[in-house]
Nanobody, 117 residues
Framework: QVQLVESGGGLVQPGGSLRLSCVAS??????????MYWYRQVPGNERELVATITPGGSTNHEDSVKGRFTISRDNAKNTVYLQVNSLKPEDTAVYYCRATWLNNNLWGLGTQVTVSS
């Protein structure tokens, strides 16, 4: 059974940084085939796409985080990262990773990021 497990969240002051990780595991799961995403969600709001990285390494970042967040992947480690810099209180949310390939659509359980002084 395939699992996505996020980590790296926590409490950070405004202007601080974190590196979020999402590790994929499971038999016959070929990480390099999957498009990987980071989303975030605030209670009461819809889940919001933050960044995308394709199997070939092309990236896209939403305007709200462009220049502050960077998505990357390490196929040898079955891991996708989200480097989050210059954090703002409005970045407070649960951050989720997602993996898609053909009909496969996988989500992790999320990691909480709280930005507060």
């Amino acid at each position: 059974q395939v699992q996505l497990v996020e980590s790296g969240g926590g409490l950070v002051q405004p202007g601080g940084s974190l590196r979020l990780s999402c590790v994929a595991s499971g038999s016959r799961f070929i990480f390099s085939l999957y498009t990987m995403y980071w989303y975030r969600q605030v209670p009461g709001n819809e889940r919001e796409l933050v960044a995308t990285i394709t199997p070939g390494g092309s990236t896209n970042h939403e305007d709200s985080v462009k220049g502050r967040f960077t998505i990357s992947r390490d196929n040898a480690k079955n891991t996708v990262y989200l480097q989050v810099n210059s954090l703002k209180p409005e970045d407070t949310a649960v951050y989720y990773c997602r993996a898609t390939w053909l009909n496969n659509n996988l989500w992790g359980l999320g990691t909480q990021v709280t930005v507060s002084s």
